[in-house]
């Protein structure tokens, strides 16, 4: 039984598994990095309303006549 062979992925001889593995794993780090930006985004963004909303209850409501 043929336990390895030249990868259709990476072109080099190994058990195709291995290969699979590590690319799953590359995916992972990938979406890791993806969440941690939109986390970023999202505190950014959280900071940015609460100025906003900071700003606009200082104003206080438009004086009555």
Do not use: I
Request: charge should be neutral.
């Amino acid at each position: 039984m043929v336990t390895s062979w030249n990868c259709p992925k990476c072109g080099r001889w190994h058990d195709l598994t291995a290969c699979d593995q590590k690319a799953a794993l590359e995916r992972f780090a990938q979406l890791l990095e993806r969440t941690a930006e939109m986390e970023q985004a999202t505190r950014d963004a959280d900071e940015d309303l609460r100025r906003y909303l900071g700003r606009t209850r200082k104003d206080g409501p438009p004086a009555a006549a």
